[in-house]
Nanobody, 118 residues
Framework: QVELVESGGGLVQAGGSLRLSCAAS????????MGWFRQAPGKEREFVAT???????YYADSVKGRFTIFRDNAKNTVYLQMNSLKPEDTAVYYC????????????WGQGTQVTVSS
């Protein structure tokens, strides 16, 4: 059973940066595609970014050029570097694991709050 634990959220002013981390345990991390999602109050959860096992990355248009997803397989950790943050980036951020690369996410973390003040 894979467990995902996010950290690194917090309060930041617009234009600032945060780095989120997601540590995985209990599985074969290097074989999973990993993704970041977010959910703002009153809104549906939305895709933010994903990194495949070979390192290819994909981003939502709303974060492209500002956010970077990367992984350290030796540490079983995936990161989301968030720069030039905007108030509309305020949300709970979740990481997720896609075990077989079918873009269906099988395991989710508990989430970490990111709040961007204007």
């Amino acid at each position: 059973q894979v467990e995902l634990v996010e950290s690194g959220g917090g309060l930041v002013q617009a234009g600032g940066s945060l780095r989120l981390s997601c540590a995985a345990s209990g599985g074969t991390f290097r074989s999973y595609a990993m993704g970041w999602f977010r959910q703002a109050p009153g809104k549906e959860r939305e895709f933010v970014a994903t990194i495949r096992t070979g390192g290819r990355t994909y981003y939502a248009d709303s974060v492209k050029g500002r956010f970077t997803i990367f992984r350290d397989n030796a540490k079983n950790t995936v990161y989301l570097q968030m720069n030039s943050l905007k108030p509309e980036d305020t949300a709970v951020y979740y990481c997720a694991a896609d075990y077989v690369g079918d873009r269906e996410y099988d395991c989710w973390g508990q989430g970490t709050q990111v709040t961007v003040s204007s």
